[in-house]
T-cell receptor, first 115, second 110 residues
Framework: AQSVTQLDSQVPVFEEAPVELRCNYSSSVSVYLFWYVQYPNQGLQLLLKYLSGSTLVESINGFEAEFNKSQTSFHLRKPSVHISDTAEYFCAVLGGRGSNYKLTFGKGTLLTVNP | DGGITQSPKYLFRKEGQNVTLSCEQNLNHDAMYWYRQDPGQGLRLIYYSQIVNDFQKGDIAEGYSVSREKKESFPLTVTSAQKNPTAFYLC?????????FGNGTRLTVT
């Protein structure tokens, strides 16, 4: 079975400060890893994903995440946040055939950026 | 524009009534999913379908039913057997592992 742990349920930061949202996973098979963002009363949008290759992946709006196989982590970082980054962020893991290709989500981290 | 349409956005029902949530996609994706979202609990998988006329139970299927008669459509029925139906319901489709989500339906049962 696979699982995802997001270590912080809420992260308040000031505008232009750096932020790290932590995500650890467990899986008995090779995994693909994702970060999704959800704005209030909307669905989730894909932020970035790791499928293979370079362990550092980037999004178009300045977020990045690094796949660390030895630490089974996929933490999300941004060097300088904006007010508009306020949202809930979900880490997710997709296992291979053994998991029937199901996507498992963490419980989410609410990022609040204050002026 | 391609995407996933969930309707209605808000839905109110009395306890004991069945209710069907609509999900339509024009992305030509084979796989479709229903998730339930409750505050602080993340997303939990209700049902998923990888191909027309076939679907599987997810982690919390009790009290729900689905059908997949067309590739574009994956309606979810919340039955009176679901003990705690008030929640935010999200439909998604996928290709290559990445999910594309609709904007959700917020169901309130009183």
């Amino acid at each position: 079975a696979q699982s995802v742990t997001q270590l912080d349920s809420q992260v308040p930061v000031f505008e232009e400060a750096p932020v790290e949202l932590r995500c650890n996973y467990s899986s008995s098979v090779s995994v693909y890893l994702f970060w999704y963002v959800q704005y209030p009363n909307q669905g989730l949008q894909l932020l970035l994903k790791y499928l293979s290759g370079s362990t550092l992946v980037e999004s178009i709006n300045g977020f990045e995440a690094e796949f660390n196989k030895s630490q089974t982590s996929f933490h999300l970082r941004k060097p300088s946040v904006h007010i508009s980054d306020t949202a809930e962020y979900f880490c997710a893991v997709l296992g291979g055939r053994g998991s029937n290709y199901k996507l498992t989500f963490g419980k989410g981290t609410l990022l609040t950026v204050n002026p | 524009d391609g995407g996933i349409t969930q309707s209605p956005k808000y839905l109110f029902r009395k306890e004991g009534q069945n209710v069907t949530l609509s999900c339509e996609q024009n992305l030509n994706h084979d796989a479709m999913y229903w998730y339930r979202q409750d505050p602080g609990q993340g997303l939990r998988l209700i049902y998923y379908s990888q191909i027309v006329n076939d679907f599987q139970k997810g982690d919390i299927a009790e009290g729900y039913s689905v059908s997949r008669e067309k590739k574009e459509s994956f309606p979810l029925t919340v039955t009176s057997a679901q003990k705690n139906p008030t929640a935010f319901y999200l439909c998604a489709s996928s290709i290559g592992g990445s999910l594309h989500f609709g904007n959700g339906t917020r169901l309130t049962v009183t």
